[in-house]
């Protein structure tokens, strides 16, 4: 692909998104308003909340090299506005967008400007046609990229990893759907999404991903039902061959009861790239349950077996699990999770592709005061790339916040991480202390 033409048709690409975002808000805003008057017009007015975060960051590996450490406090401020508006059965808007800088107190060559912004939003078109987008930017240097996914756990990171380089990067991710609820439990959907990758670093690749997202849900009777999906992608890649990508996923489920459900699932993919990249088809069949031991508590156990089959090259293949144990209440929310079978890293810094994945994760939040919650989050993760490079990467963090007054919350975390790797020199180990003031007018 021709870089020049790349970028161009990036920057383009980048100011449609936000253009038609901000259409699609002012769309919703300026309906909402032209109801509205008087009282009803300050109630509107008091939704709009402009707050100033300030954090101080100690890093003691910020490139994250396996010798020759480079160390800095790095202070972080950042001036943004949220807006939240409900109407219960014509729409919802959730807005924050935060504009900053970030300063290194040693290296300051590496400071930058810091925009971030988020975006979920819904209109009921009629009573059973709705509307949804979704928008997420971020401009980041953070050697490790946290997942952008909607569904993203927290302090879930991408396998990517820029280390040994300071590399800013922006990353811009827009998804509009429409659905329609045909019956109580009948649903179809399509979901758009565009998601542009770029850095600044010419050490790392730059990517467009543009997938078309179908899904129905169906239920024959209170007992069986299926869901059936389909991913049709397009990835262009500033380096790497470019991606035609087709996935196709059929689940059965059978409800015992409320509380007890079997399913059987089969998910196909071929990844079709261009010359002289090797497409591959992956089969993954498995059985699962899901049993709601409680209203607030779930678990879900899933098994199987996948194989990737390469157009050239050998076979890799192995059993495939989700084990998972989720809790969501007042005070204590959690996330148990055990998996394994592959995963692939495309429209990252790396594009490392498809791997042999085995990952354990988990988090806790408790609410221990009216205003203090503390939380924990551990992670292990076992990846093995088609290059022969293996890992085991680690890390756990705790974080506490407090309401010191009804304008200013204050939070502390502290976080470790390594990575050991059967190639030495990619080793590594951090240790990161951050300390965040918010204040919300």
Do not use: C
Request: aromatic letters at 16%; glycine letters at 8%; hydrophobic letters at 35%.
């Amino acid at each position: 692909m021709n870089k020049n033409m790349n970028k161009k048709g990036a920057g383009m690409k980048k100011g449609r998104n936000w253009v038609w975002i901000m259409g699609i808000v002012s769309v919703l805003l300026l309906f909402e308003t032209s109801l509205i008057h008087g009282e009803e017009m300050r109630d509107l007015l008091s939704k709009f909340h402009p707050y100033i975060t300030v954090s101080e960051e100690y890093n003691d590996n910020i490139l994250l090299t396996h010798t020759n450490k480079v160390d800095d406090f790095i202070t972080t401020v950042n001036a943004g506005l949220k807006f939240s508006a409900l109407s219960e059965k014509t729409y919802g808007i959730d807005l924050d967008f935060a504009a900053g800088f970030v300063y290194y107190a040693d290296h300051h060559k590496f400071d930058y400007f810091s925009p971030s912004g988020s975006l979920t939003a819904w209109y009921a078109i009629a009573p059973r046609l709705t509307f949804r987008v979704r928008d997420y930017l971020i401009r980041s240097d953070a050697a490790r990229e946290q997942v952008f996914t909607a569904n993203a756990l927290p302090n879930q990171f991408l396998l990517s990893t820029e280390r040994g380089q300071h590399a800013i990067y922006i990353r811009n991710v827009v998804e509009p759907s429409i659905e329609y609820q045909f019956a109580k439990e009948g649903l179809i959907s399509v979901l758009y999404r565009n998601n542009i990758y770029r850095n600044e670093n010419r050490l790392f690749e730059d990517s467009m991903e543009n997938t078309i997202n179908p899904k129905l849900t169906y239920w024959f009777d209170i007992k069986n039902g299926i869901d059936l999906e389909y991913i049709l992608t397009f990835g262009q890649f500033e380096r790497s061959p470019d991606l035609v990508g087709n996935g196709a996923r059929a689940r059965y489920t059978y409800r015992f009861n409320p509380m007890t459900s079997i399913f059987g699932e089969y998910f196909y993919q071929k990844q079709d790239f261009k010359s002289p990249g090797v497409d591959y088809d992956v089969h993954n069949p498995s059985l699962g349950i899901e049993y709601k031991f409680s209203p607030t508590l779930t678990g879900t156990a899933q098994g199987g077996y996948f194989w990737q089959i390469p157009e050239q090259g050998s076979e890799t293949r192995g059993p495939s699990f989700n084990l998972s144990l989720i809790k969501s209440a007042k005070r204590t929310t959690y996330t148990l999770s055990f998996q394994g079978g592959y995963t692939e890293d495309y429209f990252t810094a790396q594009n490392r592709g498809f791997a042999k994945y085995y990952r354990t994760y988990g988090t806790i939040t408790h609410q221990l005061m009216e205003k203090l919650s503390v939380g924990v989050t551990g992670s292990l993760e076992r990846p093995t790339y088609s290059s022969g490079q293996k890992d085991w990467i680690w890390g756990i963090s705790g974080n506490a916040s407090y309401q010191l007054l009804r304008w200013l919350s204050l939070s502390l975390q502290l976080a470790h991480t390594e990575d050991h790797s059967n190639i030495s020199n990619l080793d590594y180990s951090q240790y990161r202390a951050i300390f965040t003031a918010t204040a919300t007018f």
